[in-house]
């Protein structure tokens, strides 16, 4: 008896605007964001205020297009807040009390964020523990570790020659936006074109069919966190640049952010559907909310209250279409 594989389901296949209609619901939402606060938030629209919205977004965005790889095969990672706050304390600590060049300690911090990445996935693959439960884990050892490093105390000044990386400009566009649109424009062409993105795309949709395919699920898997731990370096870096410090609180509960931006892009939290132009579009809107909010002086924790109740609307919306599909 032969058993014949089949190519695994394609989450990325889809014909129509139907197909589109998670990220064309959000695109229409931030539209109609925009619009509201046009009208009614001071200087919203103003060209100093969309290039500071777009400059805040950037680390948010940078570590989202991570997560989404992650989401994408059906995991989570909530450590990266953590993450980015232990590199703005790892990269003072080795420049400034160790005086270690610029360059090395930018090297080393991709390093230690390859290894929690590598360490996550070796956990999640090998022992077959939720990854849920493995990054809240270190969602709390990593800051920890963070506070233990640096005393509880701000580390600062931090090398002139990492300024450039949030102050820089070039053709108008302060320097992190343009890294936000390469590690953007990286993404979608991975999960568009390489065979690497349809089989994340393959795992999400269905593991054991994936598996019998032929695809090295365990490594697939454990790659994504590793992309979006190095991610969460490079947000680290960003910060440092922008606080011209470390400090251990810095990312807390930005996974919170990333999470929200991603689930309300579209990007199915059991994995296999959703795309990175949903997540952009997702993390767009998150950040537009906050900075209209913030404009006509709302408070924070109304702001909470409101991104939370995005968060569930998404979900829902998201349970409720894939119903309709397995009806």
Request: hydrophobic share 55%; proline share 3%; net charge positive.
């Amino acid at each position: 008896m032969t058993i014949q594989a089949t190519a695994p389901p394609d989450g990325r296949r889809t014909i129509g605007l139907a197909s589109w209609r998670a990220e064309l619901g959000i695109a229409g939402g931030l539209v109609l964001l925009a619009v509201l606060w046009t009208a009614f938030a001071p200087n919203f629209a103003s060209g100093t205020n969309l290039s500071i919205l777009l400059q805040q977004t950037s680390v948010l965005m940078i570590v989202a297009v991570g997560q989404t790889f992650v989401i994408l095969t059906g995991e989570i990672d909530l450590s990266v807040g953590s993450t980015i706050g232990l590199t703005t304390v790892v990269l003072a600590l080795l420049t400034v009390d160790a005086h270690v060049p610029l360059p090395i300690a930018i090297v080393t911090v991709f390093v230690m964020g390859a290894l929690i990445g590598l360490f996550t996935g070796i956990l999640r693959v090998v022992w077959n523990i939720p990854s849920f439960i493995i990054t809240l884990g270190l969602l709390t050892a990593l800051q920890g570790l963070a506070f233990t490093l640096s005393g509880g105390v701000t580390v600062s000044p931090l090398p002139e020659a990492l300024s450039p990386l949030w102050d820089g400009r070039f053709l108008g566009l302060p320097t992190p936006v343009w890294l936000m649109i390469v590690v953007i424009a990286a993404g979608l062409w991975v999960l568009r074109q390489t065979r690497y993105g349809r089989h994340l795309y393959a795992i999400g949709g269905n593991t054991e069919a994936a598996r019998r395919y032929g695809l090295k699920v365990n490594a697939l898997r454990v790659s994504t966190f590793v992309i979006v731990q190095c991610l969460a370096v490079f947000g680290g870096i960003l910060y440092a640049a922008q606080l011209n410090s470390g400090n251990a609180t810095v990312g807390d509960q930005l996974e919170l952010d990333v999470i929200a931006g991603v689930v309300v892009g579209g990007v199915a939290l059991f994995g296999g559907r959703g795309r990175l132009l949903g997540t952009v579009v997702g993390v767009l809107f998150i950040e537009t909310l906050a900075n209209g909010l913030t404009l006509l002086g709302v408070s924070s924790y109304l702001y909470l209250i409101a991104q939370g109740l995005v968060v569930i609307a998404a979900v829902v919306f998201a349970a409720v279409q894939q119903r309709r599909k397995e009806h």
